[in-house]
């Protein structure tokens, strides 16, 4: 092996390993709520009119259907005005 065969397979260890510790530690962007007397209500309401969105998504998938297109005929004719008879 080469010795910059060998650096190059140290660096990806390196960056294998670390990428590997860095997924395995604990996040902190959430904490846990020590308030337990606070209660947290959230309500959802719906309200789409009984609309069928599947129809719409559909109207949208036959929107990129491409159009047929004219085939194009491209003909060459020899034009050689320069003939002897």
């Not at 949208?60 to 020899?78: F, S, W, Y």
């Amino acid at each position: 092996m080469k010795l910059l065969d060998i650096k190059r397979n140290i660096r990806v260890s390196a960056f294998v390993l670390g990428f590997a510790v860095i997924t395995v530690l604990p996040t902190s962007a959430q904490t846990n709520a020590t308030n337990n007397n606070r209660t947290d209500t959230t309500r959802v309401v719906e309200r789409d009119n009984d609309f069928d969105w599947g129809w719409l998504g559909l109207l949208g998938l036959a929107g990129l259907m491409p159009k047929k297109r004219q085939v194009e005929v491209h003909q060459n004719r020899d034009t050689n005005t320069n003939r002897t008879v």
